[in-house]
């Protein structure tokens, strides 16, 4: 098993820039999760997918953050314009629901580090 | 609602010796609770979960955590730390009864240092 992969794994780029970041789920799971984590606030959910379609996007900072998953197998998030205070690390992560309320695991990417100078 | 605290936000303890990391929550229905690790510059990593089955419940890397629910507790422990433990340390919560991720909970993590 691959895990979640994420990429890249290091940016820097220029206020103003538009930022992609990348993310390929466990395959086979339903649920998808982007969480942002910094040293101020931990870590936080920004937005979660249920099979491609976003469930709560209530995390999601403000206007300038987009995300979508056009398939199973693929998500993207976007900043535009990005500012210095999105500085922080990006996760990716994938779980499935299991029906017999075992406890869903949450299985995180390695992260994607931007920084915004 | 749910919620979860970690007591301490560092903890540092010399190689060899017990770790103990304490967790408590509060959940409104039948909770599964879960410890995961974050090395530097790594993703999260699970470390065990407890989803109403056996209360002490074992992980990888020698870890091991006791559900106490009386105590409202989940601590984490591991009776001889190595150098490589050193880490954060995430203490997680999620409601059985729910069906929504946003009831996942994270604590602010607990910092581990094993000195040599």
């Known amino acids: 098993d691959a895990g979640v992969i994420q990429s890249p794994r290091h940016e820097v780029t220029e206020m103003g820039q538009e930022v992609t970041l990348r993310c390929k789920p466990i395959?086979?799971?339903?649920?998808l999760f982007w969480y942002r984590q910094t040293m101020m606030r931990g870590l936080e959910l920004l937005i979660y997918?249920?099979?491609?379609?976003?469930?709560?996007d209530s995390g999601m900072p403000e206007d300038r953050f987009s995300a979508k998953m056009p398939n199973a197998s693929f998500s993207t998030l976007k900043i535009q314009p990005s500012e210095p205070r999105d500085s922080a690390v990006y996760f990716c992560?994938?779980?499935?629901?299991?029906?017999?309320?075992?406890?869903?695991?949450?299985?995180f990417g390695e992260g994607s580090w931007l920084t915004v100078v | 609602a749910q919620s979860v605290t970690q007591l301490d936000s560092h903890v540092s303890v010399s190689e060899g010796t017990p770790v103990l990391l304490r967790c408590n929550y509060s959940s409104s229905y039948s909770p599964s609770l879960f410890w995961y690790v974050q090395h530097p510059n790594k993703g999260l990593q699970l470390l065990l979960k407890y989803t109403s089955a056996a209360t002490l419940v074992k992980g990888i890397n020698g870890f091991e955590a006791e559900f106490k629910k009386s105590e409202t507790s989940f601590h984490l422990t591991k009776p001889s730390a190595h150098m490589s433990d050193a880490a954060e340390y995430f203490c997680v919560v999620s409601d059985q009864a729910e069906t929504s991720y946003d009831k996942v909970i994270f604590g602010p993590g607990t910092s581990l240092s094993v000195i040599p």
């Open positions: 395959s086979g799971h339903d649920y």
């Open positions: 997918f249920n099979n491609n379609v976003p469930i709560d």
């Open positions: 992560a994938s779980s499935f629901w299991e029906t017999d309320k075992t406890g869903n695991t949450i299985y």
